[in-house]
């Protein structure tokens, strides 16, 4: 039970293109899903907090007009990396929450060029 | 907010022997406390977590201790195996007790790599 899965789990684009990743709770219903953001070696980042239904949470220093969020149903919320430039390849990770357990997706693989 | 502290960043150790990883945090309102197992490329497993009103959890050859006066967990492994290699991450949060937006939200420390070497 608690299965998170993610999509794609790796994407290469070009710089300037928008790129969207897909976060999934399959066996179960999640109000709150979180976007993390973890580079080579480092610990995992916060971006935003995600509720359904309503408009994502960011953290400090994270643009919401770059990174768009849309937690459109219980099971899915969206993550949308407009106008990619190369410093935003990175590996995304999305974690949704059951209780106050948090499970996490395969994260995706983001690679600007 | 919230800051979590983790130490040490590696640790190598010898299959059979016990590692010990520590994690101190700032907010004394923060209530549950996970640690997290990531292998290289892969998602963070929830390996074993505490909540405040408990001082210490097992599972098996794992343990989490907590001290709320102290503000600081740790997490116990023994009889390490080659397969506990990986990078271990403890987190805090406000749990299921906070309220708005912030719900559930968090905060990992920098991680230890582990290392049990045959």
């Known amino acids: 039970g608690a299965v998170v899965s993610q999509h794609p789990s790796w994407v290469i684009c070009k710089s300037g293109t928008s790129v969207k990743i897909e976060c999934r709770s399959l066996d179960f219903q999640a109000t709150t899903m979180f976007w993390y953001r973890q580079f080579p070696k480092q610990s995992l980042m916060l971006m935003a907090t995600?509720?359904?239904?309503?408009?994502?949470?960011?953290e400090q220093g994270v643009e919401k007009d770059k990174f768009l969020i849309n937690h459109a149903s219980l099971t899915l919320s969206t993550l949308t990396v407009t106008s990619a430039h190369p410093e935003d390849s990175s590996f995304y990770i999305c974690?949704?929450?059951?209780?106050?357990?948090?499970?996490f997706g395969p994260g995706t693989r983001l690679t600007v060029l | 907010g919230e800051n979590v502290e983790q130490h040490p960043s590696t640790l190598s150790v010898q299959e059979g022997d016990s590692a010990v990883i520590k994690c101190t945090y700032s907010d004394s309102a923060s209530n549950y406390f996970p640690w997290y197992k990531q292998e290289l490329g892969k998602r963070p497993q929830l390996i074993i977590d505490i909540r405040s009103n408990v001082g210490e959890k097992k599972d098996q050859r794992i343990a989490v201790t907590l001290n709320k006066t102290a503000k600081h967990f740790s997490l116990h492994i023994t009889e390490t195996q080659p397969e506990d290699s990986a990078v271990y991450f403890c987190?805090?949060?406000?749990?299921?007790?906070?309220?708005?937006?912030?719900?559930?939200?968090?905060?990992f420390g920098q991680g230890t790599i582990l290392t049990v070497h045959p």
């Open positions: 987190a805090a949060s406000k749990g299921i007790n906070a309220g708005g937006t912030s719900y559930g939200k968090l905060t």
């Open positions: 974690s949704a929450s059951l209780v106050d357990k948090q499970y």
């Open positions: 995600s509720n359904e239904g309503s408009k994502a949470t960011y």
